[in-house]
Each structure stands twice: as structure tokens, then as C-alpha cells.
């Protein structure tokens, strides 16, 4: 599964957004079977909105919010074209935004950056352009996902969201401290 994130800023305040919002699609099984099997961009789409200056407005200046929404996009094993598609998508998503819990927003946007399964191969060296490393298949989840220290090469130690307990900001700051209390006590080589 590959992510579409859009961060972005306006001006004025947006009190009636919680911190973390989660808003559903029409189609929750449709959508993720055209993620995961037809792999296509669906033309619905389900969000998660992140507000952190609903808990720290000291994230942007006063009187302004930051924001990032996250849309769950096949990842480039699909045949979308990122390069001609992104601003149309996030043009999509904005008004959707707007219709319902941003009003306004097209007019108070003050700043903005997008985020595609492009970026996250390119930048981030994520296989496929994966959002989240290995597929959210049950058997690839949570105790499923590779061990933090390799089970096939002695003394390699692995951190991150492709292994145990996963991924998400959480779930990678839980591998590193994982590891914190692996590696001290990891036999030395001779």
C-alpha cells in the first residue's frame, strides 16, 4: 500500500477539529480492494487529518493551524502516473476538506507540501513506494513482522516500521527502544 500525504498550513483557526480525525469513504472494503487487487486510484477515498496545533499551537504562528491528511493509494506497482496525477488528487481531497470539516479552507491555505508513493521510494527508500513498509496483511502485522534481531545474521539488529511491533510513529520509536535494551546485551565478537 502505497500513502498520499498532504501537509499543509492555513490561516485562522479550525477549534471544532480534534487532533486526530478519521473520516471514512462510502466504500470500505471497495476501496481497499481497488488498493490491493485492482490496484488503482479509487475517485472515493477515506482520510486521516492530523491537527498537532489542536494540543501544541506553538506548531505554527499564532492565529494559523497545521495540518496533514493522509489517503491510503495503491502503491507503484499500480499504473498511476504521480507526476500528472498528485495536484489533482490533493485538489480532491481539499475539497472534500472544505465540504466538511475545513470550510474555507481554499481560502485560508497558506502553505503546502505533497507527499507520493513517489517520494516515499525516491526519498525515503521505501520498496514500491510503500507507506508503511511490509503489506497490513494479518501475517505481516504487529508479532508477525520480522524480529528486531535477525534471525539469520548474527549480530544484525533491525529497527523500523517493517519490523515488530510496526509501523506508524509509535510503532517505529517502539523499535528503537527495543533495540536500546537489545544491543547492550548482544554477545561481543572475538
Same mark, same amino acid.
Given at each position: ?27 470500505? &472494503? ?11 486510484? !479509487? ?29 491510503? #493509494?495503491?502503491?507503484?506497482?499500480? !499504473? ?8 489533482? =488528487?490533493?485538489?480532491?481531497?481539499? @475539497? ?31 520498496? &514500491? ?12 502485522? @504487529? ?5 528486531? &534481531?535477525?534471525?539469520? #545474521?548474527?549480530?544484525? =539488529?533491525?529497527?523500523? @516500521?517493517?519490523?515488530?511491533?510496526? !509501523? ?23
Amino acid at each position: 500500500m502505497g500513502l498520499f500525504v498532504w501537509y499543509f498550513g492555513t490561516e485562522g483557526i479550525y477549534p471544532e477539529v480534534p487532533h486526530h480525525l478519521i473520516l471514512m469513504g462510502p466504500r470500505y &472494503r471497495g476501496l481497499l480492494d481497488d488498493i490491493f487487487k485492482k490496484k488503482i486510484l !479509487a475517485d472515493d477515498f477515506s482520510l486521516y487529518l492530523h491537527r498537532p496545533t489542536a494540543t501544541d499551537p506553538s506548531l505554527a504562528p499564532p492565529g494559523c493551524e497545521t495540518f496533514y491528511v493522509l489517503s491510503p #493509494v495503491p502503491n507503484l506497482d499500480a !499504473a498511476v502516473d504521480w507526476t500528472t496525477m498528485a495536484e489533482t =488528487y490533493r485538489a480532491r481531497i481539499a @475539497a472534500a476538506l472544505e465540504a466538511t470539516v475545513l470550510p474555507g479552507l481554499s481560502e485560508r491555505l497558506k502553505t503546502s507540501l505533497m507527499m507520493t508513493p513517489l517520494d516515499f521510494r525516491d526519498r525515503l527508500d521505501s520498496y &514500491r513506494g510503500a507507506g508503511f513498509s511490509l503489506e497490513p496483511i494479518l501475517f505481516q502485522s @504487529a508479532w508477525f513482522r520480522p524480529n528486531n &534481531r535477525s534471525e539469520e #545474521v548474527e549480530g544484525l =539488529y533491525l529497527v523500523g @516500521a517493517g519490523t515488530h511491533p510496526g !509501523a506508524g510513529l509509535p510503532g517505529v520509536l517502539s523499535t528503537a527502544k527495543v533495540l536500546e535494551h537489545l544491543i547492550p546485551h548482544a554477545p561481543r565478537a572475538a
